[in-house]
T-cell receptor, first 116, second 113 residues
Framework: DSGVTQTPKHLITATGQRVTLRCSPR?????VYWYQQSLDQGLQFLIQ???????AKGNILERFSAQQFPDLHSELNLSSLELGDSALYFC???????????????FGEGSWLTVV | AQKVTQAQTEISVVEKEDVTLDCVYE???????LFWYKQPPSGELVFLIR??????QNEISGRYSWNFQKSTSSFNFTITASQVVDSAVYFC??????????FGTGTRLLVSP
């Protein structure tokens, strides 16, 4: 158990719908990351927040948005869903925000999203 | 640009065999970190090791060992006396800057009894 909690574990929804994935980081971790794992794209970085502020952005679609709340939990909102959005979405957390500080990044168990 | 190459798509071994998973990385940064993660069939990503760019010491943890060579930009992972429970997809990842991890495509390891 990494200590990173993601809900829901599985989600099936229809095209055009909107879903929210939730993540609670490890106790003491201030950084939260979202990654998408799909068969064709592999593991892709989406976005990073540190103590409530966006720090880095990756290949995140405009239909997707995220935020980190004062209690440090994070939500990833996916809207106007398409079949191609079906993937395993991971949340990860670490203490700091910079790789140079040598923080380990721990991943949650992921949220399986199926768009039908 | 950062890049991680795991050329081995799938490896099949019989229990108790040793197996090495290859990882080659590309980066222009002088400070970076390399990671290995294991993804068992259940789907979660399990952290195995982190190595910084200034530490080329090899590491051993039980049946696992890692060989980091900056001269060849490689960070290979060896499992000694493999077990069925080692069956999983293993990912090598490169981290720089704001900890954005760039992952390789993964190597699926199948260990049969």
């Amino acid at each position: 158990d990494s200590g990173v909690t993601q809900t829901p574990k599985h989600l099936i929804t229809a095209t055009g719908q909107r879903v929210t994935l939730r993540c609670s980081p490890r106790s003491g971790d201030l950084s939260v990351y979202w990654y998408q794992q799909s068969l064709d794209q592999g593991l892709q970085f989406l976005i990073q927040y540190y103590n409530g502020e966006e720090r880095a952005k990756g290949n995140i679609l405009e239909r997707f948005s995220a935020q980190q709340f004062p209690d440090l939990h994070s939500e990833l909102n996916l809207s106007s869903l398409e079949l191609g959005d079906s993937a395993l979405y991971f949340c990860a957390s670490s203490v700091g925000s910079l790789i140079s500080s040598g923080n380990t990044i721990y991943f949650g168990e992921g949220s399986w999203l199926t768009v039908v | 640009a950062q890049k991680v190459t795991q050329a081995q798509t799938e490896i099949s071994v019989v229990e108790k065999e040793d197996v090495t998973l290859d990882c080659v990385y590309e980066t222009r940064d002088t400070t970076y970190y390399l990671f290995w993660y294991k993804q068992p069939p259940s789907g979660e990503l399990v952290f195995l090791i982190r190595r910084n760019s200034f530490d080329e010491q090899n590491e051993i943890s039980g049946r696992y060992s890692w060989n980091f060579q900056k001269s060849t930009s490689s960070f290979n992972f060896t499992i000694t006396a493999s077990q069925v429970v080692d069956s999983a997809v293993y990912f090598c990842a490169l981290g720089t800057g704001f900890q954005k991890l760039v992952f390789g495509t993964g190597t699926r390891l199948l260990v049969s009894p």
